[in-house]
């Protein structure tokens, strides 16, 4: 048997209720849920929280992961993320937006050199939008570290809606560049 099962197998496993193949899904990727449900909630007992029900709802849904929809890391991301907002709003509160010249933070978000090529490209997108302007980079983390709609950015930052579409579009269109230039 292969030592390092790939992910297709251990979440088909997992959903047949392998618990030896949860567990090494566990080991494999629960630092980076928890790298990213803190960067969302900055509280290391919230994120605890958030990365053990992101591993409750992967024990849970393992049957609903598409291969064909994109690889297991960024269906777990995307979990981690939505749970993570979720205990936000449970919480009644709003994270402050990150200071990208936190090393510390950055440190943390560094693409482990044996991860396969999509995981580190996935985490080199942390790096792609701590490059655009701040006022773009704003407007994405509010998006999608906060969940917070074109309306809510614009009355939290005080800009008029009109800036704050204009301004995701061009940190869009950057993000897109940039991403497919190094995809080359």
């Known amino acids: 048997m292969d ?14 209720g392998d618990q030896q193949a949860f567990l090494a899904l566990y080991d494999r990727y629960a630092s980076r849920v928890h790298a990213l449900t803190l960067h969302i909630l ?4 919230l994120a605890e929280e958030a990365t053990q029900d992101t591993f409750l709802k992967l024990w849970s849904r ?3 992961f598409l291969a064909e929809r994109g690889s297991l890391i960024v269906w777990l991301l ?3 993320r939505r749970t993570a907002l979720d205990r936000l709003r449970m919480e009644g509160r709003r994270p402050l937006l ?15 050199g044996s991860q396969s090529s999509d995981e580190a ?3 080199s997108l942390y790096f792609i939008v701590h490059d655009l302007p701040e006022e773009q980079r704003q407007v994405i983390e509010l998006a999608y570290y906060q969940g917070m709609s074109q309306s809510e950015i614009s009355e939290e930052l005080g800009w008029p809606l009109g800036t704050v579409k204009t301004r995701m579009r061009a940190a869009m269109e950057s993000l897109r560049r940039t991403w497919l230039k190094d995809e080359r």
Request: charged residues 25%; hydrophobic residues 35%.
């Open 62 to 64: 393992a049957r609903l």
């Open 3 to 16: 030592s390092h099962p790939d992910d297709l197998s251990l979440i088909q496993r997992v959903a047949h």
């Open 78 to 80: 995307t979990i981690a």
């Open 42 to 45: 900055n509280d290391p007992m």
């Open 121 to 123: 490209r996935w985490q």
């Open 98 to 112: 990150s200071d990208s010249n936190d090393p510390d933070t950055l440190w943390s978000m560094i693409p482990d």
